[in-house]
């Protein structure tokens, strides 16, 4: 094992001073040999179960799986736009399949070779799909591990192929253990977010108590494109194709079946449709778009989960956020599952993970072979975890743990020295500050006053704080463009310079007094910046928390929760809370409007500090050797599946959204 670098670097949480401690992996070598059979596979789903489909799948089978000795198996999909080839799942399974493991992937309804349409891993279709391949293929094998329930089956994938992997557990004994990456909680609140904390929420992490939300146009519309762009049905060898320009699920009754609403519909089935062509042209979902998002979420069914799970989540991630993974582990860990959890770096949008992390997720197609995740953070943490849920090996690993981008690489190896750990989440050694006169934060002696900022006709022009998808290192030119707010559209309140460095792990969060003048629901954005002794000011992963406040709420206290992150900010840095009237990402309010926040005794708003794992001894720390070449990092075998959506005018797209059903 590589040495341990920075393990002992002192932090403080205003005033408390701790030691910081690094998670570490043990590198294990897969070495088992395997064979893969491809076939096509017929289920039934739908409401009624009267919708026939073929799902394309690959079996992988290692040498060490016989009917002697019986292996737990995997079940692995995709992420949006991908297949069962795709480099995330070749490698995931290549992985697992040589450390012993059955695998079986296959390709989501909609994508590749698989027939039907887009349906959002939903209960009433994919989940379906799902548990009829484990019947079909895994329960009749007997080199599967089998126990009363069936086949013995861990789920692993990212992105869309996690957000099913909570749906399926908590419909299926079968499902022993989930490790679901960079995904959703709640479907309404990753693309509809709202961070308000609505009145009775336990937690503040209970998002489907808010009916409306903050569009997520920018992210949203991506998707949609890219899923009508995809080869209807997928038309496998030997099956009929679909009928030409339209998804037999679920399709009106009369009219064009490819359009829906005005809009172009050729890649989902029609409710999917009728909720982007509502969304788009209001801002607000119906009961019906609710239903539908929740027939895809796992907090639906959330209390069904007991198994054991390991979230990893991106930090850099603008539209599956920290927030989503928070969501989902505050619940398991209300009923007592096991659950544990991983902030990595990367996410949605080329963020792509950092050398030696080997986070596999929204890497592109392809069907490469790849050996280095034996020796990878992420791959390692969830080899552990698979091996003790499904094999009964110990797993130490710690309960929480995060990247820290202010540590330095070791240059080979996993990259564990980068991530700091801690029991559980959330950590402790959170500080308050209360808002002070126009644009203060202060820990004490705050002056009552004011500020106020404006919402302009129409929302625009709007804030800017990223273009979605198009914004990370790996999708970005090199000099993207920097975040800036429109004048006389926000308001910031900016804390002293620290006097040394503070590290910041966890959900910040805000109370705060306000008030308006429009009729409407009050919309804000919510950020946290880094201001520089200079005066330059970085908006932490560049992540926004929208806000929106029913109008009958308004004259109360408003809580919110910011989106988290891990951050120092150094010595001389100071923090600034910024309230925003609108972004360019999102579906701003479009009624003029003038927002005051009271200052002073009431508005607080809340930082999140870190807590090292106490029982670690201090490391002697060797000199560094000379950085080598990373063989871990996968390579990039095919582009962002939504990078060639650049050009089609993402706003624009949702402008030919028409008319409302009826």
């Not at 982007?276 to 801002?283: F, M, N, Q, V």
């Not at 002056?447 to 900022?453: C, I, R």
């Not at 704080?465 to 290192?473: H, L």
């Not at 870190?610 to 000379?626: G, I, L, M, N, T």
């Amino acid at each position: 094992m590589k040495p341990l670098l920075v393990l002992l670097a002192p932090v403080l949480v205003m005033g408390a001073s701790v030691p910081a401690y690094a998670d570490t992996v043990t590198p294990q070598r897969g070495a088992h040999t395997f064979t893969t059979k491809d076939a096509l596979v017929t289920v039934k789903d739908g409401p009624a179960n009267t919708h026939d489909a073929t799902i394309d799948t690959r079996l992988y089978v290692p040498d060490n799986a016989t009917a002697a000795s019986p292996q737990p198996a995997i079940l692995m999909t995709h992420g949006f736009g991908l297949s069962k080839t795709a480099g995330e799942v070749v490698s995931s399974a290549t992985f697992l399949a040589r450390h012993g493991y059955v695998v079986l992937t296959y390709t989501a309804q909609g994508f590749g070779s698989s027939s039907g349409c887009v349906t959002l891993q939903s209960r009433t279709y994919d989940v379906k799909d799902a548990q009829q391949l484990i019947t079909k293929v895994l329960d009749p094998l007997a080199a599967v591990k089998h126990d009363a329930n069936g086949s013995v089956v861990g789920m692993v994938g990212g992105s869309y192929g996690g957000g099913i992997q909570a749906n399926v557990a908590e419909n299926d004994k079968r499902i022993h253990a989930i490790s679901p990456g960079r995904t959703w909680n709640n479907l309404a609140y990753s693309l509809d977010p709202n961070n308000y904390v609505a009145p009775g929420d336990p937690t503040g992490f209970t998002h489907t108590l808010n009916q409306q939300g903050v569009f997520k146009q920018q992210w949203t519309t991506l998707f949609f494109v890219s899923g009508n762009a995809n080869p209807i049905g997928g038309a496998p060898p030997g099956i009929p194709p679909q009928p030409a320009g339209g998804c037999p699920q679920d399709k009106l009754a009369s009219g064009d079946p490819a359009t829906v609403a005005g809009a172009p519909c050729p890649g989902f089935y029609a409710q999917v449709c009728l909720t982007y062509a509502g969304i788009s042209a209001t801002g607000d979902p119906m009961d019906a778009d609710r239903a539908l998002l929740a027939d895809a979420s796992a907090a639906t069914q959330i209390d069904k989960l007991r198994i054991p799970v390991l979230l990893v989540q991106g930090q850099s991630d603008t539209l599956f956020n920290e927030n989503d993974a928070v969501a989902t582990y505050t619940a398991l860990r209300r009923n007592g599952v096991p659950v544990k959890m991983i902030w990595n770096s990367g996410g949605h949008g080329g963020y792509d993970s950092l050398p030696g992390e080997c986070d596999v997720y929204g890497r592109g197609t392809g069907g490469a072979d790849f050996t280095g995740l034996d020796d990878c953070y992420l791959s390692l943490r969830t080899l552990a975890f698979l091996d003790s849920a499904l094999r009964g090996t110990p797993d130490a690993s710690p309960g929480f743990t995060f990247y820290r981008d202010w540590v330095p690489y070791g240059g080979t190896g996993a990259n564990d020295e980068q991530y700091g750990s801690a029991p559980a989440f959330p950590i402790a050694g959170t500080t308050t500050f209360t808002l002070s006169g126009a644009d203060a934060l202060v820990t004490s002696g705050a002056a009552a006053g004011s500020a106020s900022f404006i919402n302009p006709p129409g929302g625009v022009p709007p804030a800017y704080s990223e273009t979605s998808n198009f914004t990370g290192p790996a999708s970005s030119p090199q000099n993207p463009l920097p975040p800036t707010e429109q004048p006389g559209q926000s308001v910031s309140f900016t804390s002293k310079p620290f006097s040394t460095d503070v590290i910041s792990v966890g959900i910040p969060s805000a109370h705060l007094m306000l008030s308006h003048v429009a009729p409407t629901d009050l919309v804000f954005f919510g950020k946290v910046f880094d201001v520089a002794p200079d005066g330059t000011a970085t908006l932490i992963h560049r992540l926004i928390a929208p806000v929106r406040v029913p109008a009958g709420n308004v004259a109360k206290p408003v809580d919110l929760k910011l989106v988290g992150f891990a951050h120092r900010f150094a010595k001389g840095h100071a923090v600034r809370l910024t309230l925003a009237s609108t972004d360019a990402t999102s579906y701003n309010a479009k009624v003029p409007d003038r927002i005051t926040v009271a200052t002073g005794a009431g508005s607080t708003f809340t930082l999140p500090g870190v807590q090292a794992q106490a029982a670690r001894p201090p490391v002697v720390v060797p000199p560094p050797k000379a950085p080598a070449p990373a063989p871990q990092q996968l390579p990039r075998t095919g582009p962002d599946p939504l990078l060639p959506l650049a050009g089609l005018g993402l706003l624009g797209l949702a402008a030919v959204v028409r008319r409302r059903r009826a």
